[in-house]
Each structure stands twice: as structure tokens, then as C-alpha cells.
């Protein structure tokens, strides 16, 4: 089949840009799925594309019978032999099956055909671009929104801040200009999907090495980090050479460095601490202001405790525990502050648990099992599960129906030991 298809293939590699092979192969593809409809004969269908003579063929492979039953897989010896005078029965033989009326629809197939190449090419050129990129730092302007996700035009392509990877604090307004942190390119069946966060620790590393010459030459490396996006990180540092101080160099002069670092992130306040191989060091050095008593780890528990004086524990723990969790999770480990000189004071928390258990245990009608459950749910006396009402004990995990008699058992104790129920 002549046709002026080829034409139309030189002009979309030449004006679109789309690499020849896949438009072969599109059109390949194409021709092989309008035949399979448009050819009575079509087992082992076979499309050949000849560019130098501009044809296209349809050629499929058949099996020779004496008499023919299933027109779509076989042909007769007689008509065989038209085509192959040694042709035999049993064997197979190729046959051009190209229909008169499939240079009707040529072009309409292989417009279609070089418009999913043209969607291929475009997301394969997408994925090449910007697959090396991820982990690093790209901007784009704001054009729209989708709920609480943000969608933003990187040039070439769109990409997305989902909600998740937004900091709270931040708003956005069309036509903004914003950075963040290439996180993910998802390959998706129709367009790949750019994953982009300004919430991700990453995108602060991402910031330090754009700001620290040290860090993008491997004198200093960024060993640790903790985040609370929109309201401080902490990033510990070490220099692999003995002449760098790293947290001087992360710094800047006169904090210019860390300012920029800090601009960006909306004002979020960045603490930079030496990181030391020793744990104990370590939560030290993050504590940079704080005269520590002393530090116990158990490097096997990942766990320590810190002794701080009186008057700077509350700097230590910050407001609702926020400063030492960070900590936690900047040096990997579990901290317990504990206040200089402090004195035990009754049970420590096992011991506590454990005499709970005790008691819930000794309330006829409460199996073990279920006094533990009770426990650690919080309700950790008589008294406690006396004020309880039967839904709300339902729905505890593990209680469900036994509510009922729980209270009961409960009540009966009460009694018994001559409380009043109101």
C-alpha cells in the first residue's frame, strides 16, 4: 500500500521534534491494531513498514489444509501453492492479507498514531529531564490549585506540592514564584507526575548545599537532621577536615549563610550543632546553651538521660516537649531529661504499671488479659473505670462486648469495699 503517510512522518520529526523510531514504532502499532480488525486473515499478523519504497504491508502466517474451517488461521493447499508451489500439507506459509480500503483510513491512523507518539516522546523527555533531578532544589511559578494541593509550572511541565508537603505556616498565591525540593518523578501510564516538597528535611539539606561551597566539595557533610516544618530545625554537621570548623562555615559570615537558608524557609528557625560520632557528645553539642550535669547512654536501647539544672529544664524540654523531641530525633535516640538533685518520689513508671495491673487484676469478674488492656488505655484504678460509661469502655480494643461486665465487676468491688457510686 503506497501511501503519503511518510510525509507526515517527516514533517512531525522534523517540526515536532520526536525522535523517528517512535514513530515507526507508533505507526507499527497503529497498523497492526486497524488490521486486526480490518483483515479476515490474521493469525501471526505481521506489519512492514518498507520507508525507501513508502509502503506499508500486512502480511500474516497460515497453515496449509486440504480444506479450509477457519478462514482467520488457514489457507487452502490450492491457493497456497499460488504463493509457494512447494508449499505442503501442515506447514505454515506468509500471505500479504493488506486490505484494498486501509489506505482510506492511512491518514487518520497515523495521525492518531503520531499523537500518542508525540505524548511518549513528551513524557519520556519529562522523565530523562528530570529523574536525575530528584533530591534537588527546582522553582516554578504557582498556576493553580487543586483543594490544598499546589500546582506549579516548572517550564516544560507541570508538577505538584501535594498538602503533605506544604508547610503550614506558608501560603501561596498565583503567579508566586517558589522553590522546593524535587522529591519524586511517578511514572504514570498518561503523564509522569512531579512530586515537589517544602516541608521534607531533604529540602533543607538541598538549601545548605546550595549556600555551603564545604558541603558540594565534600569537606563537610551533613550528618544529621530533624525537622518541625515552619518552626525550627536542628542539622548537625562535621568537617572532614580538622582546619574547617563546620558549624562556622554553615553559618557564614555574620550568619549570612544560614540567614539565606533561614529567608527562604519563612523565617524557620535553623540551629547548626557539631555532630560527634559519641552519643553522649553528640546531645551535648546539641544542647549548645545548656550546661549539661551529665549524660548516661545505652547505645544498645538508644536511649539516655540527661541531668540539667532546675532552672533550665523547661529550655531543655521547650514548650509542650518540643525541643527535646527534636533533639531525639536529630541524634536517634530516646531522651529522658531529669532535673539536677531531684528525688525519687514514690514508684518509678514500671513499678506504676505494674501495681495498676495489680489492682484491676484483684476485681473479680477481670481477667489478667483484660487488665492490662484497661491499663494501658489509661484506666489505671477503680475509680477511673467506675467513671466510665459502657460505650465508652466498648470502645477500647479487646473489651467490645465484655463493657458490660466489666462495670458490673466494677461496681460489685465498689461495693464491696464500700465506695460510694454516685
Not at 503550614?168 to 512531579?194: H, K
Not at 516541608?199 to 566539595?217: R, T
Not at 557564614?252 to 527562604?264: A, F, H, T, W, Y
Request: aromatic share 4%; proline share 4%.
Amino acid at each position: 500500500m503506497k501511501t503519503d503517510i511518510f510525509d507526515m512522518l517527516d514533517f512531525w520529526v522534523k517540526e515536532k521534534r520526536i525522535p523517528r523510531p517512535i514513530l515507526i514504532e507508533a505507526l507499527h502499532k497503529a497498523f497492526l491494531a486497524a488490521g486486526k480488525k480490518a483483515v479476515q486473515r490474521g493469525r501471526k499478523l505481521e506489519v512492514i513498514i518498507n520507508e525507501k519504497e513508502k509502503e506499508i504491508k500486512l502480511f500474516a502466517t497460515l497453515i496449509v489444509v486440504n480444506r479450509v474451517q477457519n478462514a482467520h488461521d488457514e489457507i487452502s493447499l490450492e491457493e497456497a501453492k499460488k504463493y509457494n508451489k512447494d508449499a505442503a500439507i501442515g506447514q505454515e506459509i506468509q500471505v500479504e492479507v493488506t486490505p484494498q480500503d486501509l489506505g482510506r483510513i492511512a491518514s487518520t491512523i497515523a495521525t492518531e498514531a503520531f499523537k500518542r507518539a508525540l505524548r511518549l516522546a513528551e513524557k519520556e523527555k519529562i522523565i530523562e529531564l528530570y529523574m536525575p533531578l530528584v533530591g534537588n532544589i527546582v522553582s516554578g511559578k504557582v498556576v493553580g490549585f487543586e483543594q490544598s494541593d499546589v500546582i506549579i509550572e516548572l517550564g516544560d511541565c507541570e508538577a505538584i506540592m501535594p498538602q503533605k508537603e506544604r508547610v503550614r505556616s506558608e501560603n501561596f498565591n498565583l503567579n508566586d514564584t517558589i522553590r522546593g525540593l524535587l522529591l519524586s518523578v511517578e511514572n504514570r501510564q498518561n503523564a509522569p507526575r512531579l512530586i515537589i516538597s517544602r516541608s521534607n528535611p531533604e529540602f533543607v539539606k538541598a538549601l545548605f548545599n546550595l549556600e555551603v561551597s564545604e558541603i558540594k566539595e565534600g569537606i563537610i557533610e551533613i550528618k544529621a537532621i530533624a525537622r518541625d516544618p515552619g518552626r525550627r530545625t536542628k542539622i548537625a554537621v562535621h568537617s572532614n577536615n580538622p582546619k574547617v570548623d563546620p558549624v562556622g562555615a554553615c553559618v557564614g559570615l555574620q550568619g549570612s549563610r544560614v540567614k539565606n537558608v533561614v529567608k527562604e524557609l519563612g523565617n524557620e528557625k535553623v540551629d547548626v550543632v557539631h555532630w560527634d560520632k559519641d552519643m553522649g557528645k553528640f546531645i551535648t553539642n546539641a544542647l549548645p546553651l545548656i550546661k549539661v550535669k551529665s549524660v548516661e547512654v545505652n547505645p544498645k536501647s538508644q536511649q539516655a538521660t540527661i541531668v540539667v539544672s532546675k532552672d533550665q529544664y523547661q529550655i531543655v524540654v521547650g514548650k509542650h516537649g518540643h525541643n527535646i523531641r527534636l533533639i531525639s530525633e536529630l541524634c536517634n535516640c530516646d531522651i529522658n531529661v531529669l532535673i539536677e538533685d531531684e528525688p525519687k518520689i514514690g514508684p518509678d513508671f514500671d513499678e506504676q504499671v505494674a501495681n495498676a495491673k495489680k489492682e484491676m487484676e484483684n476485681i473479680s469478674g477481670i481477667t489478667p488479659e483484660q487488665a492490662e488492656i484497661l491499663v494501658n488505655n489509661g484506666i489505671a484504678s477503680l475509680d477511673t473505670l467506675l467513671g466510665m460509661d459502657v460505650d465508652e469502655l466498648a470502645s477500647i480494643e479487646g473489651i467490645g462486648s465484655a463493657a458490660e461486665q466489666i462495670l458490673e465487676a466494677a461496681k460489685a468491688e465498689a461495693q464491696k469495699r464500700r465506695i460510694e457510686i454516685s
